[in-house]
């Protein structure tokens, strides 16, 4: 992941107040908008875990594979080792992932 992307995805995970109307230029470049992307993905696999998923969590070459599961079903998610360093920032991911 990029240092950009990176930095943006942790602002944005960290700081409530890094909004995107406020920062639109950031956020206009492909850059931001693979920034934007990640930290939806890392929030929804947060909500998962919040929510009492049980998961799984695999490393394979250069990436890390994270098997979410719940009564409504099996979710499987790719994830860089930035973006799951980033993930794991927080202490309800590392709770759910500890147990």
Do not use: K, Y
């Not at 109307?21 to 909500?47: D, K, V, Y």
């Not at 250069?62 to 098997?67: D, E, G």
């Amino acid at each position: 992941m990029e240092d950009f992307v990176e930095r943006v995805v942790r602002r944005l995970r960290e700081e409530p107040g890094f909004s995107r109307n406020r920062h639109f230029l950031a956020f206009s470049s492909p850059e931001g908008q693979r920034a934007l992307r990640i930290h939806r993905h890392l929030r929804s696999i947060e909500r998962d875990l919040a929510r009492g998923s049980s998961a799984t969590v695999e490393r394979q070459e250069a990436r890390v594979r994270l098997t979410l599961r719940s009564p409504r079903g099996l979710r499987t998610a790719w994830l860089s080792e930035a973006e799951f360093r980033i993930l794991c920032a927080s202490p309800l991911v590392r709770a759910a992932l500890a147990a």
